[in-house]
Every structure is written in structure tokens, then in C-alpha cells.
């Protein structure tokens, strides 16, 4: 039985990583999906993958414009919005807090957290008309057990996962829960920034070192607990940032 029949979703930064799987996993579960990323031809090559159950869109998250035209995506496209995945994020290369430079800074707050802000207003009256929805914000252990050398991103995903809760709390009585994903380093195209270095086998050492189920973390890894937090059987979870991180936050 398909997990996520019938639900329509939007998922940010799914042209690859994590949100790529995620996206996959929630159209192979029976979701019809919006593609959404800031690289356009990569979205429409996801979802000219996935099939008729995909639409893609070129967006940035953090322009209200290009929000408010992704949830008009799920409307026009499939009636609707059920789940909304804000993975989209962005980072600074892995060095200290006082070598980020301000445009650093506001880029990585436009994407991690304004961004949040700007999807909320945007999907939440689309899902009333639903009667209701969920909303999934891929966040961090960044957020949960920060470590010197990520500072400043570390703070946008603490914000991310207290975004999460309160919005939870705000959001019940319009049956709309709100959880979190904090995965652990992964492999994906951020990857060398969260390292601050060149991904070879003796730099990845020493990350997987950390993680005590002894490896990072794989976009099917991700893809599982977002199918979870989406379908019926989570219909009493909300608030709840989930650690997907092999033991990392131990």
C-alpha cells in the first residue's frame, strides 16, 4: 500500500542530496510532488525522472515571489498541498566564526530561516483548505550539538529547530504539524564546506570517526524519516526535531 496516496507535496532543494531523495521516495509512496530548487534544469531533470507525478519549478527560497509561484505550482498542477519539505539550505566553508564574511552570513539566514518564514505564509492557507497538512524543515545536529568552524550556520539550524517547535504549537489547531530532520554530515554537494577541507578517504575519516553507527548519512536515510513524519501513521508527532545521524548526538 502506497504510504503517501493521494497527498500532494512540495519539496525544496530536491534537485539533489537529500532533498532529490526525499522527493523520489515520497512519489514512489503514491505523492504527486513539486520539483522545487534554484537550479531549474536540475529540478526539471528530477521530475522529468520521476514521471507524471512531478512538476518541477525554478525557485528561490528565499523571494517571496518565487515561494508564493511554488505553492501555486501544487495548486494549479494537482489541487492542492498536503506536505510541505523545506530542505533547501546553504552553509559557509568550515573556517572561524570571525573569518565569515557578511554576505556569508545574510545568505545563510535568507535560506535557512527566512526561508521558513516565507513558506510558512505562503503553504499554510493552502493547507487549511485541505483541512490541514505537514510541514517537514530539514535542520541539523549543527543545531542540536554544535561544533567550532560551522558558528554561524550552527545558529540558523538551532533557529530552524525552535522555528519547528513553535510553529508546532501555533499551528495544532489548524491540524498542521511541524517536525525537523537533523541529519548528520552527509554525502552530498555541501559536503566539502562542512568539512572545510578536500573530500578525501583520510578527511572523511575523521568525521565518520564521530559517528558511532560508522558512517554519514545518505539521502535514503533521510527520505525514510520524511515518508514517516508525512504519512497517517505520525498523525500524533509534531514538534519533534528527529535525529537521523547514526548516534552522532549521543
Given at each position: 500500500?502506497?504510504?503517501?496516496?493521494?497527498?500532494?507535496?512540495?519539496?525544496?532543494?530536491?534537485?539533489?542530496?537529500?532533498?532529490?531523495?526525499?522527493?523520489?521516495?515520497?512519489?514512489?509512496?503514491?505523492?504527486?510532488?513539486?520539483?522545487?530548487?534554484?537550479?531549474?534544469?536540475?529540478?526539471?531533470?528530477?521530475?522529468?525522472?520521476?514521471?507524471?507525478?512531478?512538476?518541477?519549478?525554478?525557485?528561490?527560497?528565499?523571494?517571496?515571489?518565487?515561494v508564493e509561484a511554488m505553492v501555486a505550482?501544487?495548486?494549479?498542477?494537482?489541487?492542492?498541498?498536503?506536505?510541505?519539505?523545506?530542505?533547501?539550505?546553504?552553509?559557509?566553508?568550515?573556517?572561524?566564526?570571525?573569518?565569515?564574511?557578511?554576505?556569508?552570513?545574510?545568505?545563510?539566514?535568507?535560506?535557512?530561516?527566512?526561508?521558513?518564514?516565507?513558506?510558512?505564509?505562503?503553504?499554510?492557507?493552502?493547507?487549511?483548505?485541505?483541512?490541514?497538512?505537514?510541514?517537514?524543515?530539514?535542520?541539523?545536529?549543527?543545531?542540536?550539538?554544535?561544533?567550532?568552524?560551522?558558528?554561524?550556520?550552527?545558529?540558523?539550524?538551532?533557529?530552524?529547530?525552535?522555528?519547528?517547535?513553535?510553529?508546532?504549537?501555533?499551528?495544532?489547531?489548524?491540524?498542521?504539524?511541524?517536525?525537523?530532520?537533523?541529519?548528520?554530515?552527509?554525502?552530498?554537494?555541501?559536503?566539502?564546506?562542512?568539512?572545510?577541507?578536500?573530500?578525501?578517504?583520510?578527511?572523511?575519516?575523521?568525521f565518520v570517526a564521530t559517528i558511532p553507527?560508522?558512517?554519514?548519512?545518505?539521502?535514503?536515510?533521510?527520505?525514510?524519516?520524511?515518508?514517516?513524519?508525512?504519512?497517517?501513521?505520525?498523525?500524533?508527532?509534531?514538534?519533534?526535531?528527529?535525529?537521523?545521524?547514526?548516534?552522532?548526538?549521543?
Amino acid at each position: 500500500m502506497n504510504r503517501l496516496a493521494d497527498k500532494i507535496a512540495i519539496v525544496t532543494g530536491a534537485a539533489s542530496g537529500f532533498g532529490r531523495g526525499i522527493a523520489e521516495a515520497y512519489a514512489r509512496e503514491g505523492a504527486k510532488v513539486v520539483i522545487a530548487d534554484l537550479n531549474g534544469a536540475g529540478a526539471r531533470a528530477v521530475a522529468d525522472a520521476i514521471g507524471a507525478a512531478a512538476v518541477s519549478i525554478a525557485a528561490d527560497v528565499t523571494r517571496r515571489a518565487d515561494v508564493e509561484a511554488m505553492v501555486a505550482a501544487a495548486v494549479d498542477n494537482f489541487g492542492g498541498l498536503d506536505i510541505l519539505v523545506n530542505n533547501a539550505g546553504a552553509t559557509h566553508k568550515n573556517k572561524p566564526a570571525l573569518e565569515v564574511t557578511e554576505e556569508e552570513f545574510d545568505r545563510i539566514y535568507a535560506v535557512n530561516v527566512k526561508s521558513l518564514y516565507l513558506t510558512t505564509l505562503a503553504a499554510v492557507p493552502a493547507m487549511e483548505k485541505r483541512g490541514g497538512g505537514v510541514i517537514i524543515n530539514t535542520a541539523s545536529t549543527a543545531g542540536v550539538r554544535p561544533r567550532p568552524g560551522l558558528t554561524w550556520y550552527n545558529g540558523s539550524k538551532g533557529a530552524a529547530i525552535t522555528l519547528t517547535k513553535s510553529l508546532a504549537a501555533e499551528l495544532a489547531p489548524k491540524k498542521i504539524r511541524v517536525n525537523a530532520i537533523n541529519p548528520v554530515i552527509g554525502e552530498t554537494g555541501l559536503l566539502e564546506s562542512f568539512m572545510g577541507q578536500p573530500d578525501t578517504p583520510e578527511n572523511r575519516a575523521r568525521f565518520v570517526a564521530t559517528i558511532p553507527l560508522g558512517r554519514m548519512s545518505r539521502p535514503s536515510d533521510i527520505a525514510n524519516a520524511a515518508v514517516f513524519l508525512a504519512e497517517d501513521a505520525s498523525e500524533f508527532i509534531t514538534g519533534v526535531a528527529i535525529e537521523v545521524d547514526g548516534g552522532r548526538c549521543v
